[in-house]
């Protein structure tokens, strides 16, 4: 897929997204996993702003799996609403998706949907290559400088192997996007590390060599991964617009496969 291909979609859906109707939806929870970084709940208050501007009317708010508050149970419980669509703000399948998450949910007294991870889409790689070129990433105009750049895709890591598949084909939506290899590294409980994949890279001729962050917000892992990078790293994806229209795109697709479910 051309990268200006992957420009009109981004941009078609982000437009549709802001015209939904609002008439009866459930609230949207951003599930965000927490951080003793002050940055982070700055960062993720931003980004709900940003999905109520998209979505005027919309009940957005925001819970926690840990380390911040309000926890997730404690905003399911303040909701006035009695359904809530939860839209994680993760980017890959693993322990907190299949098990934190749902647990949580199963304890509040009202219904709720869980979304998708982020995942790989083109609205989100249309953040990363932003926050890359933001960092002073440039593509090569060359073939020789081609043959020499590559690309590190940073994110949190899982022992679920659902996880790594994830981040696998958001690293591979993302070279298509740059034109250069794109390899994941993980910042703990996965392999192979941001340090390995550089010496990968560099192994293989590659020695222009970014860090594209795949965090939301920053935190511990963002800064060590970011620290480790050769060359320009970017920061943390935030409230990038793309990834507020990446939000609803998840939480208006947790309700049309709802009601798809109630038809069958």
């Given at each position: 897929?051309?990268?200006?291909?992957?420009?009109?979609?981004?941009?078609?859906?982000?437009?549709?997204?802001?015209?939904?109707?609002?008439?009866?939806?459930?609230?949207?929870?951003?599930?965000?996993?927490?951080?003793?970084?002050?940055?982070?709940?700055?960062?993720?208050?931003?980004?709900?702003?940003?999905?109520?501007?998209?979505?005027?009317?919309?009940?957005?708010?925001?819970?926690?799996?840990?380390?911040?508050?309000?926890?997730?149970?404690?905003?399911?419980?303040?909701?006035?609403?009695?359904?809530?669509?939860?839209?994680?703000?993760?980017?890959?399948?693993?322990?907190?998706?299949?098990?934190?998450?749902?647990?949580?949910?199963?304890?509040?007294?009202?219904?709720?949907?869980?979304?998708?991870?982020?995942?790989?889409?083109?609205?989100?790689?249309?953040?990363?290559?932003e926050r890359?070129?933001?960092?002073?990433?440039?593509?090569?105009?060359?073939?020789?400088?081609?043959?020499?750049?590559?690309?590190?895709l940073a994110?949190?890591?899982?022992?679920?192997?659902?996880?790594?598949?994830?981040?696998?084909?958001?690293?591979?939506?993302?070279?298509?996007?740059?034109?250069?290899?794109?390899?994941?590294?993980?910042?703990?409980?996965?392999?192979?590390?941001?340090?390995?994949?550089?010496?990968?890279?560099?192994?293989?001729?590659?020695?222009?060599?970014?860090?594209?962050?795949?965090?939301?917000?920053?935190?511990?892992?963002?800064?060590?991964?970011?620290?480790?990078?050769?060359?320009?790293?970017?920061?943390?994806?935030?409230?990038?617009?793309?990834?507020?229209?990446?939000?609803?795109?998840?939480?208006?697709?947790?309700?049309?496969?709802?009601?798809?479910?109630?038809?069958?």
């Open positions: 897929m051309t990268a200006h291909l992957m420009n009109r979609i981004s941009s078609g859906l982000a437009g549709r997204l802001g015209l939904a109707p609002l008439d009866g939806q459930p609230a949207l929870v951003l599930v965000a996993h927490g951080s003793r970084d002050p940055r982070a709940l700055e960062t993720v208050r931003e980004l709900a702003d940003r999905v109520r501007a998209l979505r005027p009317g919309l009940a957005v708010r925001l819970g926690h799996i840990e380390l911040n508050a309000p926890l997730l149970p404690d905003t399911l419980a303040s909701l006035g609403t009695d359904e809530a669509v939860l839209v994680p703000l993760l980017f890959s399948r693993g322990f907190h998706i299949k098990q934190d998450i749902p647990d949580m949910a199963a304890e509040a007294r009202i219904r709720t949907r869980q979304a998708d991870p982020l995942g790989a889409h083109p609205l989100l790689v249309q953040a990363l290559h890359l070129t933001e960092a002073g990433w440039r593509a090569p105009r060359t073939a020789s400088d081609r043959r020499t750049t590559a690309v590190v994110a949190a890591g899982s022992r679920d192997p659902e996880s790594a598949l994830g981040t696998r084909r958001i690293a591979d939506l993302l070279a298509e996007r740059l034109g250069v290899p794109v390899l994941p590294a993980y910042a703990c409980a996965a392999t192979p590390t941001v340090d390995a994949a550089i010496r990968t890279l560099r192994a293989r001729g590659r020695h222009h060599i970014a860090v594209a962050s795949c965090f939301t917000a920053p935190g511990r892992f963002a800064t060590e991964c970011a620290n480790k990078a050769p060359g320009v790293a970017s920061a943390p994806l935030g409230a990038h617009p793309s990834m507020a229209a990446l939000v609803l795109h998840r939480y208006d697709q947790a309700l049309e496969n709802a009601a798809v479910g109630r038809a069958a």
